[in-house]
């Protein structure tokens, strides 16, 4: 299963849920939802975030639970 790169031409979404999905990595489009304010990510198998996840400034929640993400990429702590 995969998050189709279209998916950056949907910049009027403000949440978003794509969990329990068994996705292992994200497009980095997801970067180009800059009115996005509610991500959920929870329960599938992502390893690692793309650093266009830096882009998102309005988002206000990210829900990375129950996934396979070692360790948590420095960049998204200037999301605040």
Do not use: A, K, M, W
């Amino acid at each position: 299963v995969s998050i189709p790169s279209e998916i950056g031409y949907l910049q009027s979404l403000q949440q978003l849920d794509f969990s329990n999905n068994y996705l292992v990595t994200l497009p980095c489009e997801l970067g180009l939802l800059s009115t996005l304010i509610e991500l959920e990510l929870q329960n599938n198998q992502i390893s690692s975030l793309p650093s266009s996840f830096l882009l998102l400034r309005n988002l206000q929640h990210l829900n990375l639970s129950r996934n396979s993400i070692d360790n948590f990429p420095v960049h998204l702590f200037s999301l605040t």
